[in-house]
T-cell receptor
Framework: TQLLEQSPQFLSIQEGENLTVYCNSSSVFSSLQWYRQEPGEGPVLLVTVVTGGEVKKLKRLTFQFGDARKDSSLHITAAQPGDTGLYLCAGGGETSGSRLTFGEGTQLTVNP | DVKVTQSSRYLVKRTGEKVFLECVQDMDHENMFWYRQDPGLGLRLIYFSYDVKMKEKGDIPEGYSVSREKKERFSLILESASTNQTSMYLC???????????FGSGTRLTVV
């Protein structure tokens, strides 16, 4: 069974600060996705990375896929209260078809 | 945009009742999934389906069954609801091997 570990589990910061969330595994994934979930809603896809070493930017969010395709990070610059939510990483295995393995999530709170 | 609709946002049922959770997607996706989400446990896969009338057990299928009579609809059935099935239930869909899940808004089920 492939496992994804996210850290930290909880993060509370002030508006304007930077932060990084990590997603690690001992398994190799063919792709890695990041989702954000707001209270009472389903997760919404932010980005998919598929190539080892790949870096993608989405406004103030920077996503990186590790060279060995076992880990990923999400960096947020100058966090805003609207960034508050549960961030989930999810990995696609090379033999698991469209089935994803989800991390447990990082609950981010950005205080004004 | 792809839309995944879950029939109820909130549901309260009594122990022993048979419960139906409905999920409909409007983009002709082949793959549909049912997860439950609990604090500290992340998203756990209950059942999934790659085609009409096809179903596969996920990681925690006990106490649940599913039905997929039409491509757009995937139903989760709790045969005899128990209090430990109180949870947030999330439906998701995706097309082929494209690993970008679209989630519904979730159904928060409380079993009393």
């Amino acid at each position: 069974t492939q496992l994804l570990e996210q850290s930290p589990q909880f993060l509370s910061i002030q508006e304007g600060e930077n932060l990084t969330v990590y997603c690690n595994s001992s398994s190799v994934f063919s792709s890695l996705q990041w989702y954000r979930q707001e209270p009472g809603e389903g997760p919404v896809l932010l980005v998919t990375v598929v190539t080892g070493g790949e870096v993608k930017k989405l406004k103030r969010l920077t996503f990186q896929f590790g060279d060995a395709r076992k880990d990923s990070s999400l960096h947020i610059t100058a966090a805003q209260p609207g960034d508050t939510g549960l961030y989930l990483c999810a990995g696609g295995g090379e033999t698991s078809g469209s089935r994803l393995t989800f991390g447990e999530g990082t609950q981010l709170t950005v205080n004004p | 945009d792809v839309k995944v609709t879950q029939s109820s946002r909130y549901l309260v049922k009594r122990t022993g009742e048979k419960v139906f959770l409905e999920c409909v997607q409007d983009m002709d996706h082949e793959n549909m999934f049912w997860y439950r989400q609990d604090p500290g446990l992340g998203l756990r896969l209950i059942y999934f389906s790659y085609d009409v009338k096809m179903k596969e057990k996920g990681d925690i299928p006990e106490g649940y069954s599913v039905s997929r009579e039409k491509k757009e609809r995937f139903s989760l059935i709790l045969e005899s609801a128990s209090t430990n099935q109180t949870s947030m239930y999330l439906c998701a869909s995706t097309s082929g091997t494209v690993l970008s899940y679209t989630f519904g808004s979730g159904t928060r089920l409380t079993v009393v």
